[in-house]
């Protein structure tokens, strides 16, 4: 109840706060899938990717840092859209069992 109500007091700043906190996930993903690359070049073939995946999390996160509404409004928008698909795919599967026969249960 009391986040509830400090996420409702300060909107503003709980929205810089989970965009600080996007940034700090990015960080430590992209060091991690580095040092991963770094780690097992000679081990794994084709460790590039993982070096390019974590150099482009590194600077989302550098981007997140200094553009933390940009970023919000990103999300928001990408989880706006996987909702619709979400809800589309819920509609059309409660039609689909809809239009599927009951079963009787049988009385012994």
Same mark, same amino acid.
């Given at each position: ?6 996420? *409702?007091?300060? &909107?503003?700043?709980? %929205? *810089?706060?989970?965009? =600080? %906190? *996007?940034?700090?996930? =990015?960080? #430590? $993903?992209?060091?991690?899938? *580095? /040092? $991963?690359?770094? !780690?097992? !070049?000679?081990?794994? &073939? ?19 840092? %200094? /553009? &933390? @509404?940009?970023? #919000?409004?990103? #999300?928001?928008?990408?989880? @706006?859209?996987? =909702?619709?698909? $979400? ?9 689909? =069992? !809809? !239009?599927?026969?009951? #079963? ?5």
């Amino acid at each position: 109840m009391i986040t509830g109500i400090i996420v *409702l007091a300060w &909107p503003d700043i709980t %929205v *810089l706060a989970l965009a =600080l %906190v *996007l940034a700090a996930w =990015l960080f #430590v $993903y992209g060091g991690m899938t *580095l /040092w $991963y690359a770094y !780690r097992h !070049r000679d081990d794994r &073939p084709h460790t590039g990717h993982f070096a390019v995946k974590g150099a482009i999390a590194i600077v989302a996160g550098l981007i997140t840092v %200094v /553009w &933390p @509404g940009i970023t #919000v409004l990103a #999300v928001a928008i990408v989880l @706006g859209i996987a =909702l619709i698909f $979400y809800g589309g795919i819920m509609i059309a599967l409660a039609l689909n =069992l !809809r !239009r599927q026969p009951t #079963v009787s249960q049988t009385t012994a």
